[in-house]
Every structure is written in structure tokens, then in C-alpha cells.
């Protein structure tokens, strides 16, 4: 099966956007040829809670994915013979280097490359989309951040705030790898879709791109095609 697009969301908000042509989900998940499709969650960057869980749940109930499960950071053999076959995979929000660390330790990071591979949809949530993106930012006591390894699925560098953050750890990162790294930073409420060919699609709120030319940190806006209902 050919590559889907990766989505990246700034929160739950947008498992549950309607737009004028319905739940953006049914956009995301009418690829799927699998009947019914099967939809894993991965609770590793919050500690697997269970209430986060839930929101899931829901969403996927909206759209009629009704074969779902919490894949542990435990990562029962029950849990890698579900994610194995996965459709939908979820990285949920939370701790970015926490969630890495049990996805590099057992093993699962790599299921959900091959998951990829092999035409599997991959939602980040927060400091989940972080995780698919270049690296994850860790911001440190002193203004000093440092960088980990991460999917590397999405050649960005993503940046998941509120609208009243000024990215100034996405910008700061920018500068220092320089080059021709990119950052994007995802809004409350808003996302993009990162398609196979490249191309970045801002979903329903801007984006906020950050490259350097000539030394110097420039911000672009990224607008949306279509708005909510």
C-alpha cells in the first residue's frame, strides 16, 4: 500500500473539527481499505492515562473505528500483535523524551516506522507530532535546550504551543542547527498534514514556518484552505 500522509496536531481539538464536508477524520481515514479498520493509541508520553485514552475512543467511535486499543508503555506481546496490524496509529501528548525513551527501549518506535511503511496512518498529538518530526526540543532550567532523536518521518522541526507562545524554543533551535532545517510551529486548535510528495497543508488554523537566511531567523505564515462549519 502506497505511503499515507502524517498528521500533526497541536491537541485533540482536531479529532473532533467538522468542516463543511464533515469530521476531518473521515477525510484522514478514507484511504483505508481494512474493514472495519483497527486504530492504536500509544499512551507513552502520559504515563498511558487512561482519561486521554478515552478522548480517543470517542473520536474513533464518531467515525465508526470501533476496533481500538492502548498500546502500553508495558508493550504487552498482546499489544505488539495489535499494533502489528494497525491502521491508525496515535502518538499521544505528554512528555516528549519520556515517550521516546519507551518507544526506543522496547521497540515499538520501530513497529511504528515499519507501520508506516507499510501504509499505516500516523496521528501525532503534541509532544507526539514533536516525535515524528526531526528531533524533540527539551527545554531546559536556564534557557537552554537540547535536542533528542526522534522518527525523522517529517523533515521539520515542530513546535506544539498556545496562541500566546512567542515559538521561542523552536526559533532558538532554528538558529543554532541553521542550514536547511525548518521549523514549524502548530497552534492550539490547529495542525498540518505532511503528504508523501513534500508538501506541508496547514489544517484549520496558520502555521508558523521559521528558516534562516543569511543568519537571521525569518517567520512566514502558512494559512489553511478551509475553515470549520
Not at 109 to 136: C, H, N, P, V
Request: with cysteine; glycine share 12%; proline share 5%.
Amino acid at each position: 500500500m502506497a505511503l499515507q500522509p502524517i498528521y500533526l496536531f497541536a491537541d485533540s481539538q482536531l479529532l473532533f473539527w467538522r468542516t463543511a464536508e464533515g469530521l476531518f477524520l473521515n477525510r484522514i481515514t478514507e484511504p483505508l481499505t481494512a474493514a472495519p479498520p483497527r486504530a492504536a493509541y500509544v499512551g507513552a508520553s502520559n504515563g498511558d492515562d487512561p482519561q486521554f485514552y478515552a478522548i480517543f475512543e470517542f473520536a474513533m467511535e464518531g467515525i465508526g473505528v470501533r476496533d481500538c486499543r492502548m498500546i502500553r508503555s508495558s508493550f504487552s506481546a498482546d499489544d505488539e500483535s495489535f499494533i502489528r496490524e494497525a491502521d491508525i496509529v496515535l502518538l499521544a501528548g505528554g512528555d516528549v523524551e519520556r515517550g521516546w525513551q519507551v518507544l526506543s527501549e522496547t521497540g515499538l518506535g520501530e513497529i511504528i516506522r515499519k507501520r508506516y511503511q507499510d501504509g499505516a496512518i500516523l496521528i501525532g498529538i503534541s509532544a507526539g507530532a514533536m516525535q515524528l518530526g526531526m528531533f524533540g526540543i527539551i527545554e531546559g532550567e536556564q534557557s537552554f535546550n537540547r535536542l533528542i532523536d526522534t522518527f525523522k518521518l517529517v523533515p521539520l522541526v515542530i513546535g506544539a504551543h498556545d496562541d500566546y507562545e512567542d515559538w521561542g524554543s523552536l526559533r532558538e533551535t532554528i538558529q543554532l542547527l541553521e542550514g536547511p532545517a525548518t521549523g514549524i510551529g502548530i497552534p492550539a486548535g490547529g495542525g498540518l498534514a505532511y503528504y508523501p510528495d513534500g508538501t506541508v497543508e496547514a489544517l484549520r488554523k496558520p502555521l508558523y514556518e521559521f528558516t534562516v537566511r543569511d543568519g537571521v531567523v525569518k517567520e512566514t505564515l502558512l494559512f489553511p484552505g478551509f475553515d470549520d462549519k
